[in-house]
């Protein structure tokens, strides 16, 4: 009898098949497995070969043996000197005598020294190199005289000269004129500091360079810093109806200085008739086309940012300062510390040139915009106020005051749309200088960009000015001046 088909037991049956195949594959992999990685093959046991050099049957032969050298023979030290001892006397004094000429002929040069021009030279001699010496000499020599400088050290050399004939104050003088040669070019002065406008008697020709800042003039920038202690303060329009100030120092360190601003190209040149280092924040195209152009050593924040910093207190860019001794720092990293002849302005009496007592002056350079300067009789100086309220330094609150004022009247136009000006400074034209409470008409030349800008009163003498501090106020031919 057939069996019913039992399709249970055939699937039953094909798994167990399936898993008992599926281990068997798995165990003979794992033992190929196993074999190779802990029972590795034996190593096979390499092969070493001897060789073994067979002499030849004949020795190499060269081709081309090296030749020998030819050496001289030196003769004995003895047989030299037994032919020197030849020579006839006449000959060997001869032969002295060139040598010794031959040494003293050879000079080392000294290397070159390099100075501006001076119109003052020093030609004092060396020092007398006297050989007498007396030990109870004393040697008075001022407090004025304790400076540095080119000058100062011949000075005391002469003094020193002048207590007696010694060798010990000789050398003194001598020390003194090495160290000062040896300097020259790296100190940051090399005489004692005179202001440009100073009546002091100036000791040396040569002086540390000015430094020239753009500072702002903006409400917004109001009260600016350092002002006060700037020996000459340009004031010029810029665009927008606004003045800038380009304010030189040389005798007073300011500690805060700014707003510093961008440049333009008429403040560039007042720099350079200066011999100043122009200090500013970016500037215009034209500008820097004039920098290159004039030479002039310039420090830009852009660029040479460490001399200065940003304050808290305002916004930017009304909020850039700097320093004089860091600014000077800089210009001494930056190799523009060298000595300079000593500029500035003539100081003295006006003589006898007339003018009319005006003890205030008034200039509106835009209508809300208005600078008054107020006579001082007590003090003869010049208070500056501006839009009626006193002009103060921020630092320390100090006002601003002068000794005299320039006013320079000169042709402005502008030339874009925003609002930049070109200003006539080359040629001539007129102006005023107010000092000691009254106003005398001058007219100011320049003949070229690189020419300084010389004042003359109407019989044709130049200009001089009051020792101190000295403003001056560029405007227009169209700017309203009332004094």
């Given at each position: 009898?057939?069996?019913?088909?039992?399709?249970?037991?055939?699937?039953?049956?094909?798994?167990?098949?399936?898993?008992?195949?599926?281990?068997?594959?798995?165990?003979?992999?794992?033992?190929?497995?196993?074999?190779?990685?802990?029972?590795?093959?034996?190593?096979?046991?390499?092969?070493?070969?001897?060789?073994?050099?067979?002499?030849?049957?004949?020795?190499?032969?060269?081709?081309?043996?090296?030749?020998?050298?030819?050496?001289?023979?030196?003769?004995?030290?003895?047989?030299?000197?037994?032919?020197?001892?030849?020579?006839?006397?006449?000959?060997?004094?001869?032969?002295?005598?060139?040598?010794?000429?031959?040494?003293?002929?050879?000079?080392i040069a000294k290397p070159p020294v390099d100075l501006p021009p001076?119109?003052?030279?020093?030609?004092?001699?060396?020092?007398?190199?006297?050989?007498?010496?007396?030990?109870?000499?004393?040697?008075?020599?001022?407090?004025?005289?304790?400076?540095?400088?080119?000058?100062?050290?011949?000075?005391?050399?002469?003094?020193?000269?002048?207590?007696?004939?010694?060798?010990?104050?000789?050398?003194?003088a001598q020390e003194g004129l090495k160290k000062v040669e040896s300097?020259?070019?790296?100190?940051?002065?090399?005489?004692?500091?005179?202001?440009?406008?100073?009546?002091?008697?100036?000791?040396?020709?040569?002086?540390?360079?000015?430094?020239?800042?753009?500072?702002?003039?903006?409400?917004?920038?109001?009260?600016?810093?350092?002002?006060?202690?700037?020996?000459?303060?340009?004031?010029?329009?810029?665009?927008?109806?606004?003045?800038?100030?380009?304010?030189?120092?040389?005798?007073?360190?300011?500690?805060?200085?700014?707003?510093?601003?961008?440049?333009?190209?008429?403040?560039?040149?007042?720099?350079?008739?200066?011999?100043?280092?122009?200090?500013?924040?970016?500037?215009?195209?034209?500008?820097?086309?004039?920098?290159?152009?004039?030479?002039?050593?310039?420090?830009?924040?852009?660029?040479?940012?460490?001399?200065?910093?940003?304050?808290?207190?305002?916004?930017?860019?009304?909020?850039?300062?700097?320093?004089?001794?860091?600014?000077?720092?800089?210009?001494?990293?930056?190799?523009?510390?060298?000595?300079?002849?000593?500029?500035?302005?003539?100081?003295?009496?006006?003589?006898?040139?007339?003018?009319?007592?005006?003890?205030?002056?008034?200039?509106?350079?835009?209508?809300?915009?208005?600078?008054?300067?107020?006579?001082?009789?007590?003090?003869?100086?010049?208070?500056?106020?501006?839009?009626?309220?006193?002009?103060?330094?921020?630092?320390?609150?100090?006002?601003?005051?002068?000794?005299?004022?320039?006013?320079?009247?000169?042709?402005?136009?502008?030339?874009?749309?925003?609002?930049?000006?070109?200003?006539?400074?080359?040629?001539?034209?007129?102006?005023?200088?107010?000092?000691?409470?009254?106003?005398?008409?001058?007219?100011?030349?320049?003949?070229?960009?690189?020419?300084?800008?010389?004042?003359?009163?109407?019989?044709?003498?130049?200009?001089?000015?009051?020792?101190?501090?000295?403003?001056?106020?560029?405007?227009?031919?169209?700017?309203?001046?009332?004094?």
């Amino acid at each position: 009898m057939k069996q019913p088909f039992n399709e249970k037991r055939v699937w039953s049956f094909s798994l167990l098949f399936s898993i008992v195949i599926n281990l068997v594959l798995v165990a003979v992999i794992s033992i190929y497995w196993l074999s190779f990685h802990y029972f590795p093959l034996e190593e096979e046991e390499p092969i070493v070969i001897e060789l073994m050099e067979i002499p030849a049957p004949e020795q190499p032969v060269s081709e081309a043996p090296p030749q020998e050298a030819e050496v001289a023979e030196l003769s004995p030290l003895k047989e030299v000197e037994d032919k020197k001892a030849e020579l006839p006397p006449e000959v060997k004094s001869e032969i002295a005598s060139e040598v010794q000429q031959k040494k003293e002929e050879v000079k080392i040069a000294k290397p070159p020294v390099d100075l501006p021009p001076a119109e003052t030279i020093i030609k004092k001699a060396s020092p007398s190199g006297a050989q007498d010496f007396n030990p109870g000499e004393e040697i008075d020599v001022p407090e004025n005289m304790s400076w540095q400088g080119v000058e100062a050290e011949s000075t005391i050399k002469g003094k020193l000269e002048e207590a007696g004939t010694s060798t010990r104050l000789s050398h003194l003088a001598q020390e003194g004129l090495k160290k000062v040669e040896s300097t020259v070019g790296e100190t940051l002065a090399t005489g004692e500091l005179s202001p440009p406008t100073s009546g002091v008697e100036k000791r040396s020709p040569f002086t540390k360079r000015p430094i020239a800042v753009i500072v702002e003039n903006a409400p917004a920038a109001r009260p600016q810093s350092g002002l006060s202690k700037a020996d000459i303060v340009y004031e010029i329009l810029a665009e927008g109806g606004i003045t800038r100030f380009l304010a030189i120092f040389n005798s007073e360190p300011a500690e805060n200085v700014g707003p510093v601003r961008s440049a333009r190209p008429y403040f560039i040149l007042k720099a350079a008739e200066n011999d100043a280092i122009f200090v500013h924040s970016g500037g215009s195209v034209e500008a820097f086309t004039y920098l290159e152009m004039l030479a002039v050593d310039h420090i830009d924040e852009m660029k040479n940012f460490q001399p200065f910093w940003r304050t808290q207190d305002r916004h930017p860019p009304h909020n850039l300062y700097t320093s004089v001794a860091s600014l000077r720092q800089e210009a001494q990293r930056l190799g523009y510390n060298k000595p300079t002849r000593v500029g500035g302005f003539l100081v003295g009496d006006l003589g006898n040139p007339g003018g009319d007592s005006a003890p205030r002056l008034e200039i509106s350079y835009t209508a809300d915009y208005k600078v008054e300067f107020v006579y001082l009789p007590d003090k003869n100086v010049y208070r500056r106020l501006i839009n009626g309220a006193p002009h103060v330094d921020a630092a320390g609150g100090q006002a601003i005051q002068c000794s005299t004022i320039i006013v320079q009247v000169t042709e402005h136009q502008v030339k874009d749309e925003e609002g930049r000006l070109e200003i006539r400074f080359v040629g001539e034209g007129t102006g005023w200088v107010f000092r000691d409470g009254k106003v005398v008409p001058i007219r100011w030349e320049k003949s070229d960009l690189r020419d300084k800008t010389r004042f003359y009163l109407a019989d044709g003498e130049e200009l001089k000015v009051n020792p101190g501090k000295v403003w001056i106020e560029v405007v227009d031919t169209r700017t309203k001046v009332v004094f």
